[in-house]
Each structure stands twice: as C-alpha cells, then as structure tokens.
C-alpha cells in the first residue's frame, strides 16, 4: 500500500510540474505557445554592405531564440533565398543552402529565382539542404518534381504543425530556355492542391495547425500595421483557404512589407526582401480544443542585425569556405568618379554587347544593333569612389549568357526600335526603325533571357563559349580605367 501510495504521489507531482510549463492548465487543457518565423526574398545577402546587414548577427540572433525556453520556434523560408549576390550566385546557391542548415531552417518554398540556372540546379542543391523545398504545384514534364515535396510536418510544445508550400504565378519570369516542361500550377488547380494536402495533414499527420508558405504576394500593400483585406484584394490567393484548410499564411515575392488581416481573420505577412524584415506570428495553441490565437509582427533587422549582438563564427567560416583567396568585396577593380546610374549602366551595357558581338561574330554576320531587356538590381546605382566585383555583382546578378540572334526586321522594329522603357539597345550608327525592312532578316547580340522571350521572336544563331556575363563586361570596362 505504501508502494502504491508512494507511485501515485510521484504521478501528481510529475503532473503538476508538467502543468506548470503551460499557461491555462486545467479542465480547458494545455495552452502552449510557438513561434513561426519566415524569411523571404533574401537574395543571398550574406555579408554586410553599405546597403544591407548580412546574416552574421541574424544568425546570433535565432540562435539566442532558440536558447530561449520560454516557447518554442519554428524557421522557414519563403523562396528567393539564394541569387543577388557574388558569395552566393557563383556557388549557385549552396553557401546559402549550408548557412541554412546551420541556422535550423525547417523548409524552404522554391521561389521564381531558384529556377535562375535551370532545374539541374535544385537537385544537388536538395540533396545538400537538411530540410526540403516546398512546391506543391510544381510539375516538369506532368510529374511532381523530384526536387521538392508538397508540405513538411514539424512538432514544436507538443503541437504538430503542417507546412505547404508553393510558387506563386511566375513562370515568366525565368529565362525561357529553362522554361521547358516546367509547370506551376496556379489559380483554381493550385487552391484545390493546397486544400487536399490540408486535409491529409490533418486527417493522416494529426496537424493541428496549417502554416501556408507561397512565393507570391500582393503589391500594393506596405504597412507594419495590421491591414484588413477581402478575397477581391488578393488575386493571388483564394480566401476559400482560410475557411480551415490555412491558419497563417507567409507571403513573398513582390518585396513589400505587411501584414494583411483576410475575410476569415487569418493573417499574411510579407517581410519585404533582401534582409530588410523578419515575419513572425506568435501562437498560443490550445491543446484541448485546437482553439488558438496568433499575434502577427514585423521584426526590423535593425533589431535582429543590431551592432550589440555578436556576429556568429560559422558565418565567417562558411565564407571562407567559398572564398578562401581573393575576397570579391575587398578586391578593388577601379574608381569611379561619379555616381553611374541605372539608366546609364543600361546603355553602357548594351554597347559593350555589341562590341563583344562585333569581336566574336562580326567576320560572319553584319551586326545591326544590340541590347535587351536590361535592369538593374538593389542598389540599382555604382556610387561615386572604390568599385569591387561585388559592387558590380548585385546590379548585374543573372548569368544570362551572350547570344547572335536573328529576327525578323518587323519585330526588330516593334521589340527593339519602337520601345522607349523597357529595352535598351545600341548601335554605332543610330539605326532607326525606318531604316528597317519588315521582311529582311537582321543579327542581333542578347543575352539568353532576352532571346528566350517568346514575345521577341528572336532565333539563337550562336552563343559565347566563354561564361561571360554582363557584369563581366562592365567589370573589365571599369578595370581598364574607361570609367572615371
């Protein structure tokens, strides 16, 4: 009897102690709480610029979270994680991936610029990652692909939480030679995707709470402030989600900052891009009833890449890693006088195209202009003083390679020669559309982005052995001392 006595005492101490971790013990069960945390659009911004933290301190900073054992934390990203920057996009993506695995990213949904070098990517880029990528409606020649699953199930305070991910309506913007048996799903067939797999989650996996993780968002929407929205405001997203197939949603893509309150009270949060915020919603969960609240915010990386917080060790060390000689940021090429802006940058870039064109090809083919849709990237400008290959990197980030193009002379003259904004061409004689005849044939240098474009009608004669880029070219113009 005192055995027994002894046993059932030991019971209600471990049970109360137990209760004691939990806020609302009792008779309405066990509410615990956990917190979801996504990063979106960071563009590999691993180091510190004079434009943007890198992740040193961010990386201090979730892993102090994760000391914390108050509550517990959930990391994801929510696509665009790697192209943007010379430490990344020259690895293609892995020294992002690995840093992910360090900081304990639980998931990753592909976004429109992981598809930036072509599918052969992401195999070996899913194979390094400790977590998986997400794309529920991604498809390659009508199957799922190989590189992404639908959803993740993690269980954080005793809750299991279901993670479905997707790419939002961006397949135009990836070259068009990558293009090729590529599908996302979108619109009507992507909303009943997710609440399928919503469904199995809850039915098969236990979840009790569904975290909808998709590379696409509004753009016309900026407010750190809870904004109330209806489904006519979100074209993006089908609200009938929030009718119990999502409980949150995190959102990417356009790079704006908010925070959106929809129709069924469930909330969207985009933390801009390019390490600008951090999106997280805390959650108290009720164990009992699956009751829960969530309380959104916006973390602004002057909180979580403060100079207090001490830069993590593995951040350095991965860099070296990657870089273990020259330093791309360090390494000066040339001085620039002035501030060169983007508009200017544009048109040099076009010129150097021609002059590459002319050198390659201009024994074979009469070249008649060159040029594209060429853009800059943050910080969009070169300032005025030292330039590094870095500095040139973030502008011209896409390894669109050099191409003689042929095309007809009317769609020369409506894609090239009648386009005032958004294509930006050169020729040393100043060739105006009425010198065109519709029906000639013409030879034009692009890059492949350019080329590929179905709207342009362009034909690829033949391409740059050499992987030489635009930011190559702009590089070699500055090193030479052209640009003072």
């Not at 940058?345 to 064109?357: E, F, H, N, S, T």
């Amino acid at each position: 009897m005192k055995k027994i006595l002894s046993e059932l005492l030991s019971l209600l101490l471990v049970s109360t102690a137990v209760c004691a971790g939990f806020a609302g013990c009792g008779s309405k069960g066990l509410t615990v709480d956990f917190s979801v945390y996504a990063v979106n659009d960071l563009h590999g911004k691993f180091m510190d610029t004079d434009e943007q933290p890198g992740v040193d301190e961010f990386t201090t900073y979730i892993k102090n979270l994760y000391a914390d054992s108050k509550r517990e934390e959930v990391l994801l990203s929510s696509g665009d994680m790697w192209q943007g920057t010379v430490e990344s996009s020259s690895n293609q993506g892995k020294l992002m991936t690995e840093w992910m695995n360090e900081v304990g990213f639980v998931s990753m949904t592909l976004g429109n610029h992981e598809f930036d070098w072509g599918a052969d990517v992401l195999t070996p880029n899913s194979e390094l990652a400790e977590f998986p990528f997400l794309g529920i409606n991604v498809t390659y020649n009508g199957e799922p692909a190989a590189y992404c699953k639908p959803s993740v199930v993690v269980r954080r305070s005793g809750v299991t939480i279901g993670i479905i991910g997707a790419v939002g309506d961006c397949l135009s913007s990836i070259s068009g030679e990558f293009q090729k048996g590529l599908d996302f799903a979108t619109g009507k067939e992507l909303t009943e995707l997710v609440k399928e797999e919503s469904e199995r989650l809850r039915e098969e996996e236990g979840c009790g709470f569904i975290v909808y993780s998709i590379h696409d968002g509004g753009s016309r929407f900026s407010s750190s402030g809870v904004n109330n929205v209806s489904d006519g405001d979100m074209g993006y997203y089908d609200t009938s989600l929030s009718d119990g197939y999502v409980d949150l949603v995190f959102e990417a893509h356009t790079h704006r900052q908010y925070i959106l309150k929809d129709e069924y009270g469930v909330y969207h949060l985009q933390g801009g891009g390019e390490n600008e915020s951090l999106s997280c919603a805390d959650v108290s969960y009720n164990t009992a009833t699956g009751e829960y609240t969530v309380t959104p915010r916006l973390i602004d990386d002057g909180e979580y890449a403060k100079s207090s917080l001490k830069d993590d060790l593995s951040v350095q060390r991965l860099y070296g890693k990657y870089f273990p000689d020259d330093d791309p940021y360090t390494t000066v090429l040339g001085t620039n006088a002035s501030q060169w802006v983007s508009s200017d940058i544009c048109g040099k870039v076009a010129q150097l195209y021609y002059d590459k064109g002319v050198e390659t090809w201009g024994e074979d083919y009469d070249i008649t202009l060159a040029g594209g849709y060429l853009k800059m990237r943050t910080p969009y400008n070169l300032a005025a003083g030292k330039v590094t290959y870095a500095d040139i990197f973030s502008l011209l980030p896409f390894d669109n390679a050099i191409v003689l193009g042929s095309i007809k002379g009317s769609y020369l003259k409506s894609n090239f020669l009648s386009v005032k904004d958004n294509y930006y061409h050169y020729s040393p004689d100043g060739i105006a559309a009425a010198e065109i005849d519709n029906n000639e044939t013409y030879y034009i240098i692009v890059d492949t982005y350019t080329a590929y474009y179905r709207a342009n009608h362009i034909t690829e004669v033949a391409r740059l052995s050499e992987k030489i880029y635009a930011r190559d070219l702009v590089a070699e113009y500055i090193e030479s001392g052209r640009r003072a």
